[in-house]
């Protein structure tokens, strides 16, 4: 019963925090809950078991790509764009692509009759560290994955430098 | 200060280092024109400190003027003193007698060697390091105790009078300044030990605020920071005045005129000025104090300019007189000032983080500049 | 426990809410930053399903998902410093040349 | 109900720390005025209390009183949020730290990346707090630590799985328990990460010589400017808590946690008497000191402090003066444990405030060029070492103490060529400053 109530809080939770991250003005505040989004899924793989991810989200997501976000909002200095309008009148293709969405899902849910389906008792303390599990497929079955994806950051960095160099 | 654009904008911006601000050593405005954080361009705004003192000396008789020039370069005072007795009394053809003499070279040297500390402490309180100042301030206090003790001021003291000296050397002056110096050189080598080999200190004044010695002899800079550019002038040794030609000691000089070589010169000199002292101590000639001088002084009319090496730099008094008892004309010259007009120079291309190293370096004093 | 269907209804949520973020918003950093909500609703369905089947498999994914997260908004960020600098604005509206 | 059994402990022991916090913090902050005075030649706070001891009540006090302005034209929420996410932020990092065997709020598997990440988010309330303030002045401040922050934490993080790699595993009761099977504490495998840790450390801090942002002449006091009264004193608690965590890392993972030092060679086994004896010394200086307080109420509150450190010695002795086989004796390495953790704590702290006495400050670009170009490759370069010399003891049986000091010498050889590439560095760049300041020099007048 305790660990419904900890998903229904955080998923709660991540849905408000969207929600005001896309109709805030003011885009601090929309970082600010954007950060609170995160966390909220972080709790969430928490719950299920992942820790491992529950910090590397914390760490890399919270702590690393917002800092970057908050940081180019301040550069950015964003009072000029705030008495700007905010929303294009975009709201009508809006509904429709998450009215699409929505029913979409619920066929998907109907079909596949497996929505009652749920998730295994997790073993109080049988479980074996997550980490370890991680870290073994991570650098023996998906090795090349991983090293494509350090290339990959290796690149952005590069390319993240030479975009913001002074004089471009 | 107003922004022009935002802080990733291109042109410039103008920064404030206003006349109330912690490391500007008194009352100096300093605009600094920023490209980003590199500093363009500076202008120093003076003048909140001006009293007006050469005014002041057209109607003050030669004796009654004294105590002002304490008031100039505060931290330094005996040495403003000795400069304008000398003045005065070279204008009366008048010499101090050599016991006079050699006591005002005791009593300048103990001064230059407390205006070096109070420099050495603000200077790397600016930079960050918070201990050597307490050191500074413990050995400065030695020395003003003997002040207080032979005149009984402490910083502006009015020690010397025109033709020699108002007060006779009290009994234990030798045994205080033996004790002063004994121990001095430890003292140096306490400061050396915590701040010539730091790596962070070496960083942060190394190469930073260069003078090379043209600019050097061009801009009319003098005192240590002529003499960290490579220039061996010394007024002392040019144009000996009291008693300095008895005593041997070196000139240090620096190389290449940074901010660190301007901090191992004044080190130096505090070694040299102790060296001054012990062998000015060994022996004070017996004799009067003061020259014949009546209670009026009425200078022939004439004009003398007499310059001393005060800790800041040259320190010269221009004095006019026409005879009367109150001079015609006082003019003095600031070696803080002068050395202040190089600061636009030395801060361009650094960032603003170095614009506070470098007037710690220079050593300024705003009463003299503003005077 | 709590029934898969949820966690699936959870990550559409957030996907539709991104995608509204994407569609209505003006200043691209929003759009970003609805983009990295999306790719949190992409991991939320990983590591949902990775927990159901048993495998760790999900969870590896998901955390090529942040990397290349991280890589995306480096990137992106650096073309709104660039674009800013030069234009002087950060609406999507105005982005309408190829060179400046 | 009995699902809720296990969390009483943990929540216990976290509200002793959060009560207990605030106290500590306020006696580092007496106790570095005390060092420093000392330091100086002078004295340090000793008008409030004997010997300055209730100078943190005083200024919690005034902390508290003082008015909290909030600048008109500032974001309120944000303004108000930032010191609580800061101070939030440190807190929640104490969760994992092993301060005795028993005296732990919650083991986690993940116990060391936990710290690492939730410190990582107090970068949040510096930057939200400085661009919350709205003057120029504070944001380049908050931008700034923000900066310092986030590019010592990259070597900060490094020098950690350094000693990971040694012990193995996350958690940190782990990671003291296998410096306990070594019988090494991990300063001595790993030399060269203890170095990067305590540099990285300073800096995550931003305390001096890394003190930039605040430090700066006309940032004044950096993000912190616009602040006052108790919201002040949240990032001050902050400041102070995070000290007390980055303190802890270090001695979970260098120190040996909670372990005696030499704890397994009997010999020194009269090193278990050495805390109630220190306690004890204590306590009679403060009842030397009583009867030349001035005024009767500090005379009883030197008396009520040398109470307090003797009954504190007698904690300390009582599991070894009792009988060997019971209950009592079994609690001695959970009180001596928490002794040793504190001890070591307080000393790296006291290498924090002598630092800080004793070095000048870095400028910025001074700071950053250490941070990136020498300390993140050396630290790179150390976990590559420390991976090389375990392959090496592991897969080809080479002794330990043959494949260690190698590894730690490659390290400094490859540390001596990065500086040495820094300092030629330091040549080009102040070389290239002669030819700037020439073209800099048109005589353009200034038009304000």
């Known amino acids: ?168 | 200060m107003n922004v022009e654009t935002t802080v990733l904008g291109a042109d410039e911006i103008i920064l404030n280092m206003g006349p109330q601000h912690p490391s500007t050593h008194g009352v100096l405005r300093v605009k600094l024109r920023l490209d980003g954080e590199k500093v363009v361009g500076s202008e120093c705004v003076i003048g909140y400190l001006h009293r007006g003192v050469e005014k002041i000396a057209e109607h003050r008789s030669y004796q009654q003027f004294a105590p002002y020039v304490d008031r100039m370069d505060y931290v330094a005072a005996v040495s403003n003193g000795l400069g304008y007795c000398e003045a005065v009394e070279k204008l009366m053809q008048v010499e101090a007698p050599p016991r006079a003499r050699v006591i005002r070279t005791i009593l300048t040297e103990l001064q230059r060697i407390a205006s070096h500390l109070f420099w050495l402490g603000t200077h790397a309180l600016d930079i960050g390091a918070l201990t050597p100042l307490f050191y500074c301030l413990r050995e400065r206090e030695e020395i003003l105790k003997i002040f207080e003790k032979y005149c009984g001021a402490r910083l502006t003291t009015h020690a010397f009078r025109i033709g020699g000296l108002q007060y006779e050397a009290y009994d234990e002056l030798e045994k205080d300044v033996e004790r002063f110096c004994k121990d001095f050189d430890k003292r140096v080598d306490e400061y050396e030990a915590l701040l010539t080999e730091n790596r962070i200190w070496v960083g942060r004044t190394k190469g930073i605020g260069i003078l090379t010695a043209k600019d050097a002899i061009a801009m009319g800079v003098t005192g240590p920071v002529l003499r960290a550019s490579g220039v061996q002038w010394d007024l002392r040794k040019a144009i000996p005045y009291a008693a300095y030609d008895q005593y041997e000691f070196s000139i240090p000089t620096g190389k290449n005129g940074d901010t660190y070589d301007r901090y191992l010169v004044r080190l130096e000199e505090m070694r040299q000025s102790r060296k001054i002292c012990l062998q000015a101590i060994e022996n004070i000639p017996a004799g009067p104090i003061l020259g014949k001088v009546g209670k009026v002084l009425k200078p022939p009319p004439g004009e003398v300019y007499h310059s001393i090496e005060a800790p800041k730099g040259e320190l010269g008094y221009y004095i006019v007189s026409d005879g009367t008892t109150q001079p015609y004309r006082v003019r003095i010259r600031p070696p803080s000032l002068i050395n202040l007009e190089a600061l636009d120079q030395m801060i361009r291309g650094h960032l603003v983080a170095d614009v506070v190293a470098v007037i710690g370096t220079l050593d300024i004093v705003l009463g003299e500049v503003d005077r | 426990m709590v029934p898969i269907g949820h966690y699936i209804f959870l990550s559409v949520a957030l996907l539709a809410i991104g995608v509204v973020g994407i569609v209505t918003r003006r200043n691209v950093i929003i759009i970003l930053m609805s983009i990295e909500l999306i790719l949190n609703a992409v991991n939320i369905n990983l590591v949902a399903f990775s927990r159901l089947v048993g495998s760790v498999e999900g969870q590896i994914f998901a955390i090529f998902i942040i990397t290349d997260a991280a890589a995306e908004a480096a990137v992106g960020l650096g073309i709104i410093i660039a674009f800013f600098r030069n234009r002087e604005t950060v609406l999507a509206d105005e982005m309408d040349i190829l060179k400046w | 109900m009995n699902a809720i059994i296990p969390y009483i402990l943990p929540v216990l022991f976290a509200l002793v720390i959060v009560a207990l916090l605030p106290l500590v913090a306020g006696y580092i902050v007496l106790v570095e005025r005390k060092v420093m005075a000392d330091m100086q030649v002078r004295l340090g706070p000793m008008r409030v209390g004997p010997h300055g001891l209730l100078q943190p009540i005083a200024d919690a006090v005034k902390l508290l009183l003082k008015e909290d302005i909030i600048p008109e034209s500032a974001d309120k929420l944000v303004f108000w949020g930032a010191p609580l996410i800061s101070v939030t932020a440190a807190m929640l990092a104490l969760a994992a730290l092993p301060i005795g065997p028993f005296f732990q709020i919650a083991d986690l598997n993940i116990g060391l990346l936990y710290i690492l990440g939730v410190s990582s988010l107090g970068i949040f309330g510096i930057v939200l707090g400085g661009w919350a303030s709205n003057s120029h002045y504070s944001l380049m401040g908050a931008l700034r630590s923000a900066a310092q922050l986030v590019s010592y934490e990259t070597s900060a993080g490094m020098a950690v799985v350094g000693a990971l790699l040694l012990a193995g595993t996350l958690s940190t009761r782990g990671i003291v328990e296998a410096q306990a099977d070594t019988g090494w504490w991990f300063i001595f495998v790993a030399p060269v990460g203890f170095f990067i840790y305590l540099v990285a450390s300073i800096a995550e801090t931003n305390r001096a010589p890394f003190d930039m942002p605040e430090a700066e002449s006309e940032l004044v006091a950096g993000y912190m400017t616009e602040y006052s009264g108790f919201r002040w004193a949240l990032y001050f608690l902050a400041e102070y808590t995070n000290m007390v965590v980055v303190a802890s890392i270090a001695t979970t993972l260098f120190l040996g946690g909670w372990m005696r030092p030499f704890a397994n060679t009997r010999a020194f086994n009269f090193l278990d008497y050495l805390p109630p004896l220190l306690m004890l010394w204590v306590a009679g200086y403060c009842f030397r000191r009583t009867p030349k307080q001035p005024v009767p109420v500090q005379k009883m509150f030197m008396a009520a402090v040398g109470l307090l450190c003797i009954v504190v010695a007698l904690v300390l002795i009582m599991p070894m003066a009792v009988p060997r086989d019971s209950f009592l004796a079994s609690s001695k390495p959970g009180i001596h444990g928490a002794f040793w953790f504190l001890f070591k704590v307080g000393a790296y702290i006291y290498v924090f405030m002598w630092l800080r006495f004793t070095f000048p400050r870095y400028r910025f670009d001074q700071l950053m060029r250490l941070g990136w170009q020498f300390l993140v490759p050396l630290s790179i370069v150390n976990v590559m070492m420390i991976g090389v010399a375990l392959a090496l003891h592991r897969q080809l049986g080479w002794p330990n103490w043959v494949t260690f000091p190698l590894g730690i010498l490659l390290t400094l050889i490859a540390g001596g060529y990065l500086l040495a590439m820094g300092e030629k560095h330091e040549q080009i760049r102040v070389g290239d400053d002669e030819n700037a300041e020439v073209d800099a020099r048109e005589e353009t007048p200034v038009n304000v």
Do not use: C
């Open chain 1, 1 to 168: 019963m305790f660990n419904e109530a900890i998903f229904y809080f955080f998923a709660a939770l991540a849905i408000v925090s969207a929600i005001l991250v896309v109709t805030r003005r003011n885009a601090v505040q929309s970082a600010i809950f954007l950060v609170t989004a995160l966390l909220a899924t972080a709790g969430i793989f928490l719950n299920l078991n992942a820790e491992f991810l529950f910090i590397v989200q914390v760490i890399l997501y919270a702590g690393g790509i917002m800092v970057l976000f908050v940081f180019v909002i301040m550069l950015v200095n964003l009072d000029v764009a705030l008495h700007q309008v905010q929303f294009n009148r975009q709201w009508f293709v809006a509904l429709i692509i998450s009215a699409v969405l929505a029913a979409q899902v619920a066929a998907a849910i109907m079909v596949s009759r497996q929505s009652l389906y749920t998730m295994p008792a997790a073993p109080a303390e049988a479980l074996e560290p997550n980490t370890e599990r991680v870290a073994f497929y991570l650098f023996h079955t998906y090795m090349l994955p991983f090293e494509i994806a350090s290339i990959l950051l290796l690149v952005s960095m590069v390319g993240a430098v030479v975009m913001a160099k002074k004089r471009v």
